[in-house]
């Protein structure tokens, strides 16, 4: 029987978060589920409490790993989205502690197991760290910060043989949408009426757009982190669902992408 390879998991309570839980745990592999507190959505599952935007909770849940560890998966995540000009200091400072600063807790505190277990880092990317898009400035530049501290950390750590692999989900049926909406509604409600007024016809075309598209099944995502998992030679990146279109705009010029964008989202030709 096959030695059993101990996963990091983070953001494990939420919609991927918990896919991915299962779909490991299904494969023989003990899952450490990060999460700010305990659920019986994990019931069986080992978990572990950290504030991923909180080191020393980090840091203490690293404490209490004793052993190698065969891969960390830095899923935990949110989404802040609206005009820049609108999003509140406090919402811009949340995006990146979570989706930047988050994961280079994680990796700083649980190095150690990794080199051990001769581990492999798992960091959830997006799309728009490759393509940003209007309107979601804060988590395509959240992201697009990932996925550099990512490839430079991939240089570094070459000489321990640590691979990083960045895995872009498509538009994934979570519940993660829907917070986000929440919470730029919150933002709008604290605007000024004016300057809100001004970004009503882009956003209600935005709305428009988002609202024609049709997500996907977590599982893909999964299995994905799986196949990452795995792997004896990992991939770069894994790619999943709708998320190969932004593979596709990458290669075109800037000019021609940018138009490309703003006609899908209904933006073109809009004035103040």
């Known amino acids: 029987m096959a030695e059993q390879k101990i996963v990091l998991v983070t953001g494990a309570a939420g919609g991927i978060g918990q896919a991915i839980v299962k779909a490991l745990t299904a494969k023989g592999h003990r899952v450490l589920a990060g999460v700010r ?16 935007t909180d080191p020393e909770t980090v840091t203490d849940a690293a404490k209490q790993v004793d052993g190698a560890l065969h891969a960390v998966i830095n899923n935990a995540g949110v989404i802040v989205q609206g005009p820049l000009e609108l999003v509140p200091p406090g919402e811009l400072r949340r995006q990146f502690e979570v989706n930047t600063y988050g994961p280079a807790y994680v990796m700083q505190a649980f190095l150690p197991m990794l080199r051990a277990g001769n581990g492999r880092i798992i960091n959830i990317s997006a799309p728009t760290a490759r393509v940003p898009l209007p309107f979601l400035a804060p988590i395509s530049a959240s992201k697009a910060a990932l996925a550099s501290l990512s490839d430079a950390l991939r240089l570094e750590l070459a000489a321990w043989g640590i691979p990083i692999v960045l895995i872009e989900p498509g538009t994934t049926s979570t519940p993660i949408f829907a917070r986000a909406e929440v919470a730029a509604q919150a933002a709008a409600a604290l605007a000024e009426p004016d300057r809100l007024a001004l970004y009503s016809k882009h956003l ?56 490309m964008v703003m006609s899908v989202l209904g933006l073109t030709g809009l004035r103040p």
């Open 37 to 52: 507190e305990r659920t019986s959505a994990l019931d069986g599952t080992t978990q572990l409490i950290m504030d991923v």
């Open 204 to 259: 209600t075309r935005v709305a428009q757009a988002m609202a024609k598209q049709k997500p996907g099944p977590v599982e893909p995502v999964a299995n994905a982190v799986v196949a990452a998992v795995e792997a004896r030679n990992p991939k770069r990146r894994y790619v999943v669902g709708d998320a190969r279109l932004a593979s596709i705009l990458t290669r075109l010029p800037v000019r021609l992408r940018e138009r």
